[in-house]
């Protein structure tokens, strides 16, 4: 692992979640964006402990009102829960 700090952003559902990652991936012209077929998204949202979506964001073109609201600080639930 190389240390580097990952930047979350928490969304409430999963949906919102996944379009946050698509329209990144449509952004950079991934080509699923492009051909229909492919890599979609840059990253994909995780569930966390408090039944939420997080998203890693690190690389991601983000809006002022996103970034102020990134945080580097998600709870991941482990395989025994």
Known sequence: MSGE??????????????ARADSEGARVGYSYHV????????????????GKYALNVNNYALTSDEE?????????????E
């Open 68 to 80: 102020s609201s990134t945080t580097t600080s998600v709870t991941f639930p482990t395989s025994e």
């Open 5 to 18: 700090t990952i930047n979350y952003l928490v969304f409430d559902t999963e949906a919102d979640a996944v």
């Open 35 to 50: 051909n229909g077929i492919g890599t979609r998204y840059k990253t994909y949202p995780k569930i966390t402990t408090n």
